[in-house]
């Protein structure tokens, strides 16, 4: 336990420390956020904040982790995993910089990378971690087993496609407001600490709390009105976090549960679009859904605060239901 907090504490003193220099950094090479301009009018004012905030984070995190970590297979296979998920955010990010332009990569493109990223998780995974291939489901007495296979051979390469891709693409739709998936993210990955460290997984809970203590460091200066952005570097990684951890605790069915939030942006972006196409009419007076309780008048201080309530309700829920149907059951 003392390492957990000891590296959450490091990850949090060390983003917040070079937070103001990272951002200056950033400001005379003139890597700013390019706004949409069909989102809200109350964001066109947040163009040229400087973004890719998510290096910062990755900073805090490896910083942590220097000083508790231990080197083996599991914290390599995590780090490899958020390098790769962050890497893919860092190079949409930077084309969207470049390009001066709110458009980074086609989402065919970063779907293209992003499975990649499931092939090297896939070896990782199961060829020097040893996950199994089974599916632990909350109140089933009996697992579900989907290999065999290793790299997209087997359905539990499937289930870590639709784990990774989908988890990442969730948290990058819920970066919508200032500290939203930050905030989100950080209450996710807290109750994974917890769980990591009830099952004895003391390497995971110690990256995902570094990780927590990151992002409330990063939260210093992305609290409204943000001073910088996370950029899909910063939402990928938290998505490239939440995934594997799901995956190395076998926990893979409640986190749609744990992350719950993220679930509702994405069905939120799904639903508008398939609706709009069939009837020419929309659900939602914008999507992601937090743009429509914008659009609805609400300060967007209060859509974030009232957003992270309901993701604290649903990651109380999900360690709820891990506590009592799986780890009550071993």
């Known amino acids: 336990m003392f390492s957990v907090v000891l590296g959450a504490a490091v990850a949090f003193f060390v983003t917040v420390t070079l937070g103001s220099s990272f951002i200056r950094f950033l400001q005379t090479r003139k890597f700013g956020q390019y706004v949409r301009e069909e989102g809200p009018e109350t964001h066109l004012i947040k163009a040229g904040t400087p973004t890719m905030g998510g290096v910062l984070m990755l900073m805090g995190l490896v910083a942590g982790l220097l000083v508790v970590a231990r080197p083996n297979p599991a914290t390599f296979a995590v780090l490899l995993i958020v390098a790769a998920t962050a890497g893919v955010g860092l190079y949409d990010d930077w084309q969207k910089v470049s390009k001066r332009h709110s458009e ?86 807290l109750t994974y600490t917890a769980i990591a460290f009830l099952e004895r997984q003391y390497d995971l809970a110690i990256i995902c709390g570094a990780m927590v203590g990151a992002i409330i460091g990063f939260l210093w200066y992305n609290s409204h009105p943000a001073e910088i952005f996370m950029g899909d570097t910063g939402s990928l990684a938290i998505g490239g976090v939440l995934s594997a951890a ?17 679930v509702i942006v994405a069905l939120s972006v799904m639903i508008q679009v398939v609706v709009f196409k069939l009837t020419r009419r929309r659900v939602f007076k914008m999507a992601p859904i937090h743009h429509h309780f914008e659009m609805l008048g609400w300060a967007e201080n209060k859509v974030v605060v009232r957003f992270w309530i309901v993701q604290s309700a649903f990651s109380a829920l999900g360690f709820l239901m891990y506590y009592f149907f799986l780890y009550s059951s071993v």
């Open 104 to 189: 980074g990569l086609s989402a065919r493109y970063k779907f293209l990378l992003l499975s990649l990223v499931v092939v090297l998780a896939d070896v990782m995974a199961l060829r020097y971690v040893g996950v199994t291939q089974n599916v632990i489901v909350p109140g089933f007495s009996n697992n579900l087993v989907l290999g065999p296979g290793v790299v997209g051979v087997g359905l539990f390469s499937v289930l870590m496609l639709f784990v990774i891709v989908g988890t990442t693409n969730a948290v990058n739709l819920t970066d919508g407001l200032d500290g939203l998936a930050a905030g989100a993210g950080g209450i996710a990955l």
């Open 246 to 262: 799901a995956i190395l605790t076998k926990t893979e069915m409640l986190l749609p549960v744990i992350g719950g939030l993220f």
